[in-house]
């Protein structure tokens, strides 16, 4: 079936560090990959997304390419601030996935210290 | 405009009891989805509804639970007889259409259940 891994965390980094958080995919067909966020207390964010090979999305800094040929979606932000500190989850959604469900994997939290 | 609106926000109940949480979805959006967080399990998708119907009820973990969606907006999700093992965040979920696999999926500030 579908799955994602992403990498446990948590991930601490210093301000203005670099950030990666690694995201991996099993598949069938071609999904559609997201990056949600979830804030201290808020719900889920759609953080950013790409539909096809190649592809890049990105917002707010972060951004993640869709390689098909790795099945990989690594999200990078080049320097990180606190107001980043939250977990993020990786997740996909199958071409005709059953009940058109989005497919997460287990979340990284992040915390960016001043 | 207004995103997914979801109540309550906490919810604390007896086991064996009944539960009600319901979702509020982007108004136009025909699509919802319910989806629960919880420590052990992560998050796992349970139901969504096209307009009123749910075609795929594969996701619910067991026939305690149930859903319903009435004039294509507002969702119940019922739980029986609650067990401590239902305690979780509530995640509810709207988009525009269910037919479209990019369809970007929102979701609302989830239902806390913590069952006693």
């Known amino acids: 079936g579908d799955s994602v891994t992403q990498m446990e965390g948590p991930v601490t980094l210093s301000e203005e560090a670099f950030l990666t958080i690694n995201c991996t995919y099993t598949?069938?067909?071609?999904?559609?990959l997201f990056w949600y966020v979830q804030y201290p207390g808020e719900g889920l964010q759609l953080l950013l997304k790409a539909t096809k090979a190649d592809d890049k999305g990105s917002n707010k800094g972060f951004e993640a390419t869709y390689r098909k040929e790795t099945t990989s979606f690594h999200l990078e932000k080049g320097s990180v601030q606190v107001s980043d500190s939250a977990v993020y989850f990786c997740a996909l959604r199958a071409f005709k996935a059953a009940g058109n469900k989005l497919t997460f994997g287990g979340g990284t939290r992040v915390l960016v210290k001043p | 405009g207004a995103g997914v609106s979801q109540s309550p926000s906490n919810k604390v109940t007896e086991k064996g009891k009944d539960v009600e949480l319901r979702c509020d979805p982007i108004?136009?959006?025909?699509?919802l989805y319910w989806y629960r967080q919880s420590l052990g399990q992560g998050l796992e998708f349970l139901i969504y509804?096209?307009?009123?119907?749910?075609?795929?009820k594969s996701g619910l973990p067991s026939d305690r639970f149930s859903a319903e969606r009435t004039g294509g907006s507002v969702s119940t999700l019922t739980i029986q007889r609650t067990q401590q093992e239902d305690s979780a965040v509530y995640l509810c979920a709207s988009s525009l259409e269910a037919g479209i696999y990019t369809d970007t999926q929102y979701f609302g500030p989830g239902t806390r259940l913590t069952v006693l």
């Open positions: 509804f096209q307009g009123n119907s749910a075609p795929d």
């Open positions: 598949a069938t067909g071609y999904p559609s």
């Open positions: 108004s136009g959006h025909t699509a």
